[in-house]
């Protein structure tokens, strides 16, 4: 659906609009204990996957904070990642890091999503330098946290910084 430079990312693509039906669906599978629906989701992220990559690709899921990821039980983009390596064969690193525990996003205004994350991942120079690094999430609404996330990629050498998302608001 979309292929776009922009959210601190060099391409984002997103297969549906954060809208209707697949917003509820995304929100059970966030908030309301559905992991299962990775296995609905994932389909939708591979209609747009890239036919061909660079060699040295890595997945990266957005973390959560150790806080978040308590209260959750799971992290939704470790799930999608993880559905999306059985798919494609590429490799996942979890050495992306939440290093503090932020308010949530949701309602938050763009200027205050970006201010809440400052700072808030680093990554593992030895993982990431010169890699492709493909970041996955469920949804961008802002796009704060994909720029938060390819920051912290890029200070620690990746190449370059792609995203992936089930859906984004427009």
Known sequence: ???KHGFGVDHLWSSVA???????????????????????????ML????????DEVVLVPVPLSSQRKKERGYNQAELLATQLSEHTQLPISRAL???RHTAA???????????NLH??????????ENNVVI?????????????????????????????TTVARAF
């Open 105 to 115: 996003q949701a309602y938050k205004s763009a200027a205050d999503r970006r201010q």
């Open 135 to 163: 970041l996955i999430d469920d949804v961008c609404t802002t796009g704060a946290t994909l720029e938060a996330c390819a920051s912290a990629c890029r200070t620690a050498g990746a190449a370059k910084v792609w995203a």
């Open 47 to 54: 209609q747009f996957w890239p036919q061909e990559l660079p």
């Open 119 to 128: 700072a808030a991942f680093e990554a593992a120079p030895a993982t990431f």
């Open 18 to 44: 954060f809208e209707g039906p697949i917003k509820d669906l995304i929100h059970a599978f966030k908030y309301e204990n559905q992991r299962a629906l990775a296995l609905e989701l994932t389909p939708l």
């Open 97 to 99: 890091n939440r290093t």
């Open 1 to 3: 659906m979309c292929d």
